[in-house]
């Protein structure tokens, strides 16, 4: 290859267009579907999570924490669809860590950085294909649901609150994937996510009604958005206020992605 040639290359660094990075998004976003294709196993998590999770909460605590609900394990399937439902984006997002550092420990992420493709395609690839999984999982936690009995009240909050799901899940990820780069293996990553999530997932209301707790745990669970998009959900589908909550939800996805975004793109591009 002559010296001319070699100098045409766009620099990794260059500025690329908003068309250029849609291109590159798209490409990344079908290698990484044809990934899953050759490692079906990929997907067991999002097969099983939903379905491990809505059975073992009907039939384990439905019956005992339904009677504080006025009713019995049929009010408890009410109850806990929704906040499982808020939990979808919280389970993809820690995966979408721990594949983000496993790719960086096997050597993908340092081929991708040294091709002439927007830095942001890599990541944005990564949460479209997560956001598809994160969809793919709720599809198998509503079927679940109806099985068990769950009775949707208001079909067009469902779809909204699917939404809302997407929306906070892809602001999760962007902390993970800040975390799979900073962390030194996967294993680091998936401890951190525990740490953090599960004050989050255990100190709200998804699994439960939170009069019974504390006062002070009962603040910590008003503005927990995990709380906020359960109660969201739950509003959205069953009816009941839901303007509170919400605008909790957005505060934080809006929040998290203006701030983790930039961090997450920044620490891709500087990783040695």
């Known amino acids: 290859m002559s010296a001319t040639a070699v100098t045409t290359l766009p620099a990794t660094d260059a500025p690329i267009s908003l068309r250029a990075h849609l291109r590159h998004t798209g490409a990344l976003v079908r290698r990484n579907l044809l990934w899953i294709r050759q490692d079906p196993e990929s997907m067991f998590d999002a097969i099983l999570f939903p379905v491990i999770f809505t059975l073992l909460f009907v039939y384990v605590f439905g019956g005992s924490i339904g009677k504080s609900l006025g009713g019995g394990q049929q009010a408890y399937v009410q109850y806990v669809v929704p906040g499982l439902m808020a939990m979808m984006g919280m389970n993809m997002a820690q995966g ?17 950085r040294s091709l002439p493709i927007g830095r942001g395609s890599v990541l944005f690839a990564k949460i479209a294909v997560e956001l598809m999984r994160m969809l793919f999982a709720t599809a198998v936690l509503m079927v679940v649901a109806l099985l068990v009995g769950f009775d949707i009240t208001h079909w067009s909050g469902l779809l909204a609150s699917v939404g809302l799901s997407a929306v906070f899940g892809s602001a999760l990820m962007w902390v993970f994937l800040t975390l799979g780069v900073i962390m030194k293996s996967a294993q680091s990553v998936q401890a951190m996510g525990f740490l953090v999530l599960m004050p989050l997932q255990f100190g709200s209301s998804i699994f ?16 927990n958005p995990l709380s906020a998009l359960a109660d969201t959900a739950r509003g959205l589908m069953l009816g009941g206020p839901v303007a509170h909550s919400l605008w909790v939800t957005l505060a934080w996805s809006v929040g998290l992605t203006a701030v983790m975004a930039p961090v997450a793109i920044h620490k891709f591009r500087t990783k040695s």
């Not at 979408?96 to 991708?112: A, I």
């Open 96 to 112: 979408v860590g721990t594949g983000f550092n496993t790719d960086f420990n096997s050597g993908v992420m340092d081929r991708f």
């Open 208 to 223: 439960a009604p939170t009069d019974s707790m504390p006062g002070w745990l009962q603040a910590f669970t008003d503005y």
